[in-house]
């Protein structure tokens, strides 16, 4: 039986949107509050520092360096990858209801993100690069292995793109889950967006 306590609040911390945008920005690097600041341009000081405290008290970040600056102390931030391997093991080892409430407050993640979305004052799905779609392949162990690690590698050309002019954050959701049946044919659902 896993900690079912640390486990969902290792993973409600992972779920929020500035919370996954911290993650990858310390995903290749160790940062301060202010680089980060950098990146994450829309997010207010402040909101920023809550969510690291957050993160920092749920074990997936550390401090890694203390800098005296201007009689303050500055601190340097990393992810912490053993907790984050340690969180990895347990959810194997969860059972089928706290496996079951995770993806339910996942999703739920996703459904405020969108609700908020839609609550903009102008839209437009193709200007915004918004789109949600479902596709099943039939693929071999060795080739979905060769497609992870494909979707890796371009993953990884822009996980450290700085803020620019024309750049704006996006966030980029997947879930992978076994087809409903090996002898079905492959189902596509209409794309949107």
């Not at 980060?36 to 405290?53: D, F, I, S």
Request: proline share 6%; charged share 25%.
């Amino acid at each position: 039986m896993t900690d079912k306590k640390n486990l969902v609040q290792k993973t409600e911390v992972l779920f929020h949107p500035v919370r996954v945008r911290i993650l990858q920005a310390l995903a290749t690097r160790n940062l301060t509050p202010l680089q980060l600041g950098e990146e994450l341009v829309n997010v207010p000081q402040a909101t920023l520092y809550r969510h690291l405290n957050k993160m920092v008290r749920a074990d997936i970040l550390k401090v890694v360096e203390e800098r005296p600056v201007r009689g303050t102390v500055e601190k340097v931030y990393g992810l912490n990858h053993q907790a984050l391997q340690t969180g990895s093991r347990d959810l194997l080892q969860a059972s089928r209801e706290e496996l079951m409430e995770l993806f339910t407050n996942f999703i739920l993640g996703q459904v405020r993100d969108f609700g908020a979305y839609l609550q903009r004052e102008n839209i437009n799905l193709f200007e915004d690069k918004v789109s949600f779609r479902r596709a099943s392949f039939y693929m071999t162990d060795a080739e979905f292995m060769e497609l992870a690690g494909e979707i890796g590698q371009a993953f990884m050309k822009r996980l450290n793109n700085k803020p620019a002019p024309g750049r704006k954050p996006l966030m980029w959701t997947t879930i992978i889950l076994p087809g409903p049946d090996s002898t079905a044919e492959p189902e596509d659902v209409p794309a949107t967006g």
